[in-house]
């Protein structure tokens, strides 16, 4: 690991003065930052603490029944909230089948969304053809083991996916975050945050140098609402695909609208637009349901080893579904 | 003029001085690398070898301890940013002989070989129990995956779980 000098700020201000210099690289709860210094995927002159910042660890239910979740909130307490187990239980979902407990009590909400593909040739402790590790070197995985890829937005630069659970419960909930620069901030959509191989292989996400997220804001409550994720193992694992879900049953217990994401297919959470279109009217378990979903999946393009993730895809959207419409499978 | 031009600049350094209650015990510990983890620390410098260096990535759990009363991954802390925290690792269980209960029932139930792990377990336990994380075996193995046992001592691990969480909430009897 390369020397670095290292400060904790204890405003806000003082953070984004000094989150814009050049070298900069900001510590939240350091769950990805340390693993990023030790394998050389960052290398900062300095490292700036922002765990002290005041009022960026809050969780503040607003008036007009929206939610804003402070950056720095740890997972685990996110998870813990009354209103997100109430109103927007995908979230919650999305947590508890994120990494572990340990984990869980040092990742930030902010933060997670920030963490970078787990490629195998990308996290490499050794030097291996990767153009986000080295830009020109290709794309290791293209040839090699491509068996936990994407089906939707790559490129032959780039075929990684992105792994944050909670990203794809943002997604789905049509989240957005709050971002503060020295020169001002923003709102961000959480489905136009993340940037795909196509536009460049040179970022991951649309923040500017010493941007920094304050807030995420979950809109309208989706109390039926649900994630599914499928994995090697029961737990503690990365998704081979997730799926997150939010439905409102009308007259007849039928979908007046919902909302489907998946997740590990691309490098961002991959909602499925067309296919909320087409299952309005249609009850959660309807044929009809598992056609739109197809009909979705039919525009994926797999790298050839991740092909029977199309699959999984299938099972996992209809079960994210039927789990928050609470109808039995 | 906005009010950032008026705010302070953090002061960078490349040794810090810090200051942690480990153990019930103020420690300072002066001329730290930012680069050093909590776990580097209590090991290298303060000699408590008790929470294990395995990954070092955040992958096996073996170097859980309790930061302000919560577990976490040692490996993934840096001591600088663990300045005026309280940490408990296995050495500050027992009291004095007595070993604290969640110790005690894994030796009753036979969950560990080599024990490697077992320090990070141990720690990961209490904290499972504090949480309420107890209610069956399922519950238990949810949220007791961060730690990773290679002789899969996980029958036994969660038979001690489960007793010493209800040991807890028994009333005691001495």
Known sequence: ?329 | MTALEFATTPQFADRLDVRLRVNGVDRQLDGVDPRVSLLDLLRERLDLTGAKKGCNHGECGACTVLLDGRRVNGCLVLAAAAEGREVVTVEGLARGEQLHAVQRAFIEHDAFQCGFCTPGQVISAVACIKEDHTTDEHEIREWMSGNICRCSSYPQIVEAVKAAAAAESRPTSS
């Open chain 1, 1 to 329: 690991m390369r020397p670095f000098a290292y400060a904790r700020a204890t405003s806000l201000d003082e953070a984004l003065a000094a989150a814009e210099e050049p070298g900069t690289t900001v510590l939240a709860g350091g769950t990805e930052l340390l693993n990023w210094l030790r394998l050389g995927i960052a290398a900062p002159d300095r490292v700036l603490d922002i765990t002290r910042v005041a009022g960026l660890d809050r969780i503040e239910p607003l008036p007009d029944g929206s939610l804003r979740i402070g950056a720095l909130v740890r997972l685990n307490d996110v998870a813990a909230d009354q209103n997100v187990a109430r109103d927007w239980p995908v979230l919650r979902e999305a947590i508890h089948k994120s990494a572990s407990a340990q984990l869980r009590n040092l990742a930030t909400i902010g933060a997670n969304l920030l963490q970078k593909t787990r490629c195998p040739y990308f996290r490499s402790e050794h030097p291996t053809p990767c153009n986000r590790r080295v830009p020109g070197s290709g794309c290791a995985a293209l040839h090699g083991h491509d068996e936990r890829h994407a089906l939707f937005g790559w490129t032959d630069d780039c075929i990684a996916t992105q792994p944050s659970d909670p990203a794809v419960a943002l997604a789905v909930l049509d989240a957005h975050l709050v971002t503060r620069s020295a020169r001002g901030g923003r709102r961000i959509a959480m489905t136009d945050f993340h940037v795909l191989p196509g536009v460049g292989v040179d970022r991951d996400n649309v923040l500017e140098r010493g941007e920094l997220i304050e807030s995420i804001e979950l809109d309208r409550p989706a109390p039926r609402s649900a994630y599914v994720k499928v994995r090697e193992r029961e737990s503690y694992e990365y998704a081979l695909v997730s799926a997150a879900a939010t439905v409102e049953l009308g007259e007849g217990e039928r979908i007046d609208s919902a909302r489907i994401a998946l997740g590990s297919v691309a490098l961002r959470p991959w909602r499925l637009t067309q296919a909320e279109r087409r299952i309005a009217g249609l009850a959660p378990d309807d044929p009809g349901v598992a056609t739109a979903i197809d009909a979705a999946l039919a525009e994926a393009r797999p790298v050839a080893g991740s092909a029977y993730k199309l699959a999984i895809a299938r099972g996992a959207a209809r079960r994210a579904l039927m789990s928050a419409a609470e109808v039995r499978p």
